[in-house]
C-alpha cells in the first residue's frame, strides 16, 4: 500500500471538527513567547519569504493566524489580464465541465450539484462551462482574491468533513471537495454566473470573507444567504481568506480558453492570468 493511500485511510475515523478547533484556539494564542515561537518554527520549515510581507517582522504579528493570514506588499502581485488566479498555490486540475461532473484527480470525479450543497439547478447552469481548482500549501499567501469583477448574489454555507486536500488525499477520497465543509459564494459578472467554492480542511480554523466576517466554523443544514443589496467586488480585490491552507474551486458557466502553458500541478501567483473567455461570452 502506498503512503499516499495510507494517508488517506488514516483520516478517516480522526475527529476532524475537534482537531481543527484545537488547532484555531492554538494560532489565536497571543502569549508573546508561544505565537513567535510558532512563527519562526513555520517560517523556516516551510521556507516563508517575508520579504513580500507589508509586515516582514513576525515577531510584529500579535497571533499566528495573524501571520498566517498576512497582508503583501502592494506590489507584491501585479494584475494579470483575463481571468485570474484566485490564489498563490498549485494549479491542481481545470477544464471543461462534462456533463455535471468536474475533475479532482486522476480518476476521481465529482459532481457540481454535490459541490454546490445538493443544488442541481444552479448546477445545471455550469454544464459545458468550465472550472479550475488551486490548492493552498501551508507555505503559500492564504487570501483568496477575485478571478473576475463580480457581484455576490449569494453565499451558501455546507457543513461536512475536513479531510486534508493535499495530492495524497484528492487522489484516493472520492467525491472529496464535495463532502468536506465549504462556503460557495454566487457571483454575476459580466461573462455569465461564477461560483467560487472556499473549500475547508484538516486543521483550517476558520474561512472568513471581506463581507461577513468569520462564517466557520459552523454546523448543521446547509446554511443560505442572499444578497438583497449588491456587494461588488472587482477583478483582483480580496474576498476572503482562510486561517491556514486548503482549496479554492471556481466555475464559470461560460467556456474559458485556459492557457497554452498550464498543465495540472502547475504553481500559480493569485491575480496572474489563467486565460480568456471568447469575444462570444456573455457580457
Known amino acids: 500500500m502506498s503512503f499516499s493511500k495510507l494517508f488517506s485511510l488514516i483520516q478517516y475515523p480522526l475527529p476532524h471538527h475537534l482537531l481543527s478547533r484545537l488547532t484555531g484556539r492554538l494560532a489565536e494564542c497571543r502569549l508573546t513567547w508561544l505565537k ?14 517575508m520579504r513580500e510581507a507589508a509586515e516582514p517582522d513576525y515577531t510584529a504579528y ?16 501585479p494584475l494579470g489580464e483575463g481571468l485570474l488566479s ?17 475533475l479532482q484527480a486522476k480518476g476521481q470525479r465529482f459532481s457540481m450539484a454535490d459541490l454546490l450543497g445538493g443544488d442541481a439547478e444552479t448546477a445545471r447552469h455550469y454544464r459545458g462551462g468550465s472550472y479550475a481548482n488551486v490548492y493552498l500549501s501551508p507555505s503559500d499567501y492564504h487570501r483568496v482574491h477575485m478571478p473576475l469583477g463580480g457581484t455576490l448574489t449569494e453565499m451558501v454555507y455546507v457543513p461536512g468533513r475536513l479531510f486534508s ?20 459564494c454566487h457571483f454575476d459578472t459580466e461573462y455569465g454566473p461564477m461560483v467560487v467554492v472556499l473549500v475547508g480542511a484538516m486543521i483550517v480554523a476558520a474561512i472568513e470573507t471581506v463581507w461577513s466576517g468569520q462564517v466557520t466554523p459552523l454546523s448543521g443544514d446547509v446554511q443560505r444567504v442572499r ?29 474559458v480558453d485556459f492557457d497554452d502553458r498550464l498543465a495540472p500541478k502547475t504553481k500559480v501567483r493569485v491575480c496572474a492570468s489563467l486565460g480568456s473567455f471568447p469575444l462570444n461570452s456573455e457580457g
Open 86 to 102: 484566485p490564489a498563490d498555490g498549485t494549479l491542481s486540475q481545470f477544464g471543461a465541465i462534462e456533463a455535471d461532473h468536474l
Open 165 to 184: 486536500v493535499n495530492s495524497a488525499t484528492t487522489d484516493h477520497v472520492p467525491n472529496l471537495f464535495a463532502r468536506n465543509e465549504r462556503l460557495v
Open 62 to 77: 500579535a497571533t499566528f493566524n495573524d501571520f498566517f493570514t498576512r497582508e503583501l506588499k502592494p506590489d507584491a502581485r
Open 227 to 255: 444578497f438583497d443589496t449588491p456587494v461588488r467586488l472587482e477583478k483582483g480585490e480580496e474576498m476572503g481568506r482562510f486561517k491556514l491552507g486548503s482549496t479554492v474551486v471556481m466555475a464559470f458557466a461560460g467556456q
Open 36 to 49: 513567535n515561537a510558532l512563527i519562526k518554527a513555520f517560517i523556516k520549515q516551510f521556507k516563508v519569504d
